[in-house]
């Protein structure tokens, strides 16, 4: 390949093409994974959800993250119009609320009337310890990114590691979408 | 669209969310028929699945170039 093919080749535009692409593929293989755990949920225990669950803490769990999507959402807009301070605070306040639902995760387990050798206690504690993991990493990934944007890496033409970091919140956003009924709604 | 109007965009986003949580949980606590509470819950998780790729995930423009941001 001469010299100029190879730059056309590797075109912003077409690094940028190929790294959407394969930030969804990870996204389907991300689906298939939880997918089978969900799937695994109803083949073991059906539709069944413990009485004593508690569902306050669920649904506060769920509002925390929908509303880290909300704030996740806030920090790429303001970046990719060039408002990078507002940016950098909605990254923190984004890692916050992750905290927070990685804090609610661990109350809940600690609360739990049930045991991780027990049908439910199984789905359970395995669904939203995958998911937690993935809340994890993406508070690091989001630590990055505010790295990244403090030192002014990123420009309304170019910021697509924000971006890339900000579809993964959403994406595990997502799943938890599924898992909240799944895991306390059911019953 | 400019940075004001795409930041509401993200607000109409978390209320249309907020509203089906809602509606997700009055399904659990009112409806009995287990039955009829799964299939409700999958649609209504599905809507907020969708409301998520669209507004937040921008995935009808996922082609575009990056400094077409909605």
């Known amino acids: 390949m001469s010299a100029a093919a190879h730059a056309v080749a590797h075109s912003p535009e077409k690094r940028l093409r190929i790294s959407r692409l394969g930030l969804w593929l990870f996204f389907l293989s991300e689906s298939c994974l939880f997918g089978a755990f969900a799937a695994a949920r109803f083949y073991m225990n059906g539709t069944y959800v413990p009485d004593d669950l508690n569902q306050i803490l669920g649904l506060v769990l769920t509002s925390i993250l929908l509303v880290s999507s909300l704030t996740a959402y806030r920090a790429e807009t303001a970046i990719a119009h060039g408002n990078v301070a507002h940016g950098k605070l909605m990254i923190l306040a984004t890692m916050l609320l992750g905290l927070i639902f990685l804090g609610g995760v661990i109350t809940e387990w600690s609360i739990a009337h049930f045991e991780p050798s027990e049908g439910y206690g199984t789905s359970f504690f395995s669904m939203t310890g995958l998911h937690a993991s993935h809340v994890a990493t993406g508070i690091l990934f989001l630590g990055l990114a505010y790295m990244f944007a403090a030192r002014g890496k990123y420009t309304p033409a170019s910021h697509w590691g924000m971006t890339g970091v900000v579809m993964y919140w959403h994406f595990v956003d997502v799943v938890w979408v599924f898992f909240y009924p799944a895991l306390y709604l059911t019953g | ?70």
Do not use: C, P
């Open chain 2, 1 to 70: 669209m400019n940075e004001a109007q795409a930041q509401n965009r993200g607000l109409v986003a978390i209320i249309v969310l907020a509203v089906l949580t809602a509606i997700e949980y009055v399904i659990a606590v009112g409806i009995d028929a287990t039955a009829v509470v799964v299939t409700l819950l999958a649609v209504v998780a599905l809507v907020k699945a969708l409301v998520i790729l669209e507004y937040f995930m921008h995935v009808s423009k996922l082609w575009r170039g990056e400094g077409e941001h909605a």
